[in-house]
């Protein structure tokens, strides 16, 4: 098993990185070479691994510009099976390098620079930035598959219409195999009537592509948990963290799905 999953959406605050982190952990966990690839400027993926901007010189800019090979800043992380291309602030300059005149196929230089590592790991597991720009791009057209994670709250399904049409342009174009693997609700709350309402419109428009443990008609959905929000503070995943919290058995629910694949 060899695949590259993008966590994607281009609303910010909708639980992309404690995704990311925590489903590359909670496979990692479960005996898979996982690589994190942390592809936003703001490094959360990187500091909720305990990483901090002193602990790394070179980064994942560093890849995208050709000055590193990906093999070149890879991190081993106190996960077993867990390591992470970090990311820094200086990402946000990228835009300028990709659309340099020099610069050709400049969607897919990500996937260039992926080739070299991707024999060494099972999963790599892309966390992109709150935009449809550049990088997120590079990221899905890398990708194997995307996983859209969408919370529970209002304005929810807003936007989605333009990554769903942007996933469907790049499968037309540039990358053919790139498939929607599911859509993820998340910060999910049980005794909220808009988190109820969010999750059954998303059960009516998408009930295929939401993930299902086998035997259930539940839908896996990310809690709203303290645990998974104070998780980053201590350099953990929540799978590590508080491995029977609510939110991280639904991480190692949708690990276990993903493997069932």
């Known amino acids: 098993m060899n695949e590259v999953i993008s966590i994607a959406n281009q609303k910010g605050g909708v639980g992309k990185t404690t995704t990311a982190v925590n489903l590359a ?29 002193s602990d790394y010189e070179f980064n994942i800019y560093h890849v995208l510009i050709g000055s590193k090979k990906l093999s070149e800043v890879v991190l081993e992380t106190a996960i077993k099976n867990l390591s992470l ?32 590592v991707t024999g060494k790991f099972d999963f790599i597991i892309i966390d992109s930035p709150p935009a ?30 333009q990554l769903l049409n942007t996933v469907s342009l790049l499968k037309k174009t540039i990358n053919p195999k790139l498939k929607i693997k599911g859509f993820l609700p998340t910060m999910y709350s049980g005794q909220n009537n808009l988190s109820k309402q969010v999750l059954a419109d998303l059960s009516h428009h998408f009930k295929e592509r939401l993930f299902h443990t086998k035997g259930s008609e539940a839908c896996i959905v990310v809690p709203r948990n303290v645990k998974v929000a104070e998780s980053p503070s201590f350099g953990k995943p929540v799978t590590a963290y508080a491995s029977k919290s609510k939110g991280a058995i639904a991480y190692q629910e949708l690990a276990t799905v993903i493997l069932e694949d």
């Open 85 to 116: 291309a970090p990311s820094t602030i200086g990402l946000v300059g990228i835009e300028k390098e990709f659309y340099s005149p020099k610069k050709q196929n400049r969607e897919l230089i990500l996937k260039e620079k992926i080739k070299v």
């Open 132 to 161: 449809l720009g550049p990088i997120t791009i590079n990221a899905l057209s890398a990708s194997d598959s995307v996983i859209i994670p969408i919370q529970c709250e209002f304005f929810a399904l807003e936007g989605l219409a």
């Open 25 to 53: 952990a909670s496979l990692a966990q479960k005996g898979k070479k996982v690589l994190l690839l942390d592809l936003d400027p703001q490094s959360n993926a990187t500091t909720s691994l305990g990483f901090s901007r």
